[in-house]
């Protein structure tokens, strides 16, 4: 029996997703949450926490991104047609925020606030962009003929923008978790007093993408709720009860790490819901992940160099957490 490559390609273009929103989503939430952070010194703390990291944690999106163009150039097509007003945007939003990471540490003090600004505003735009991809994605694309049918602006919903803040405030959470685990003092106390709330906003979101899914999309209602589906994704409500209940204990016991993991998997979980809805779609709601895939020839010839260089990726990346593990001290620079 052989291998389907579909499927495995499939799952690599997923893992890179999830990399990058889980690893990429910490640092564009210490951006998001910088606003409620008025003090210079410790704005400067919050930055070089993720110093060593933001930009290795974005080849997750390259990988993504290119893996779904070899492997699924019919699926990158009709994407990338339906959905290049927010895509562009995101990419935009994603360049003028490492300009203003690099350009903060080096400009007069002068042009500090102003860099600040810009750093908040590229990660909540980007944010927001790859929220409303979401969004999109689960509203399905209008395709005739192999092609994208529908509007340039069809991906703007009332759905799609309430998914894209609903993501701002994922990454919010994790981006104060993170900083919770980093750092130390006043800076620390005052995480810890806005992670439950930043928490009880997100688990409300969960909700009402949870409920307006279900009665929106009436493909996705049939899958979550028919026999035995129902059985197979009772777990998933619950374990984000379960996640919600112990981040609020650990913050309340000042843990400065059990938060940010109980965040990781809250996300996961929430991302394993989406790829539960839209399977074997890869453009929902009617191209499945074979009718979009590449020939088999060119999928293994791609899985060669991708089975290569993921484990040199990894490597690197576990590497660099180890070297730079530890708290990040008022004062202290990577630069």
């Not at 210490?30 to 003090?39: L, V, W």
């Not at 290795?56 to 339906?82: C, H, K, Q, R, S």
């Not at 009617?286 to 484990?311: E, K, N, R, Y």
Request: glycine share 8%; charged share 10%; with cysteine.
């Amino acid at each position: 029996m052989g291998f389907d490559l579909s499927i495995m390609w499939f799952g690599i273009i997923i893992f890179a997703t999830l990399m990058y929103i889980l690893m990429d989503g910490f640092d564009l939430g210490i951006g998001i949450i910088m606003p409620f952070i008025k003090n210079k010194k410790s704005r400067d703390t919050m930055v070089n926490s993720v110093a060593p990291f933001w930009d290795g944690n974005e080849t997750w999106l390259v990988m993504g991104g290119a893996g779904l163009f070899g492997a699924f150039p019919l699926a990158y097509t009709i994407i990338l047609d339906a959905l290049a007003i927010p895509l562009s945007i995101m990419l935009i939003a994603l360049i003028f925020r490492g300009v203003a990471f690099e350009f903060r540490f080096k400009s007069l003090p002068s042009h500090i606030v102003f860099w600040d600004r810009a750093f908040m505003v590229g990660s909540i735009v980007a944010t927001l962009c790859q929220g409303m991809v979401v969004g999109a994605v689960i509203d399905g694309f209008q395709v005739y003929e192999r092609r994208f049918s529908g509007d340039a602006m069809d991906w703007f919903t009332p759905f799609s923008v309430f998914c894209g803040f609903g993501l701002v405030v994922a990454y919010a959470l994790l981006g104060n978790t993170w900083l919770i685990m980093k750092t130390e003092g006043a800076l620390q106390q005052k995480l810890f007093s806005m992670a439950p709330k930043v928490l009880i906003i997100l688990l409300s979101i969960i909700i009402v993408i949870s409920v307006w899914t279900a009665f929106g999309h009436e493909s996705i209602a049939k899958r979550w709720f028919s026999t035995p589906n129902i059985y197979y994704l009772m777990p998933v409500p619950v374990l984000t009860i379960l996640l919600c209940h112990f981040s609020m204990i650990a913050l309340a016991k000042e843990q400065a790490v059990k938060p940010f993991v109980y965040a990781i998997a809250l996300v996961f979980i929430g991302f394993t819901g989406l790829g539960i809805s839209i399977w074997p779609n890869i453009v929902p709601p009617s191209i499945s992940v074979w009718q979009a895939a590449a020939p088999v020839q060119s999928q293994g010839f791609m899985l060669v160099g991708t089975l290569f260089i993921i484990p040199i990726i990894l490597m690197y990346t576990f590497w660099n957490y180890y070297v730079f593990n530890g708290k990040v001290k008022e004062g202290e620079s990577y630069h």
